[in-house]
Nanobody, 127 residues
Framework: QVQLLESGGGLVQAGGSLRLSCVVS????????IGWFRQVSGKEREFVAS????????NYADSVKGRFTISRDNAKNTVYLQMNSLKPEDTAVYYC????????????????????WGEGTLVTVSS
């Protein structure tokens, strides 16, 4: 019984920035991992970043390291994805995801087993 609602997507030129938000409702446990995946039509869903709710530890895909930052606000039950230096290849539908898993490695490598997903928000980066 977890609901996720993404927002913040839009159109941006290469080199620009966007901040995505994911509002989490329901019971969020200390062991939950919250993260972002992205997907282009016809391609595999791709891990972007994740955060362990309880301790704030983060994990990033190599393709976004140094450009994207994931964070959370406990008071607002919100996870953010700050995206800087955007590239055309970042264009995708971005999905917020959550699951009660112990391992960040499992979260990023087994997305098909994740229980909770938002509906997605479209990010388009023009060249």
């Amino acid at each position: 019984q977890v609901q996720l609602l993404e927002s913040g997507g839009g159109l941006v030129q290469a080199g620009g920035s966007l901040r995505l938000s994911c509002v989490v409702s329901g019971r969020t446990f200390s062991s939950y991992t919250i993260g972002w995946f992205r997907q282009v039509s016809g391609k595999e869903r791709e891990f972007v970043a994740s955060i362990r709710w309880s301790v704030g530890s983060t994990n990033y895909a190599d393709s976004v390291k140094g450009r994207f930052t994931i964070s959370r606000d406990n008071a607002k039950n919100t996870v953010y994805l700050q995206m800087n230096s955007l590239k055309p290849e970042d264009t995708a539908v971005y999905y917020c995801a959550a699951d009660r898993v112990l391992s960040t490695v499992v979260f990023r490598t087994d997305y098909k087993g994740i229980d909770y997903w938002g509906e997605g928000t479209l990010v388009t980066v023009s060249s």
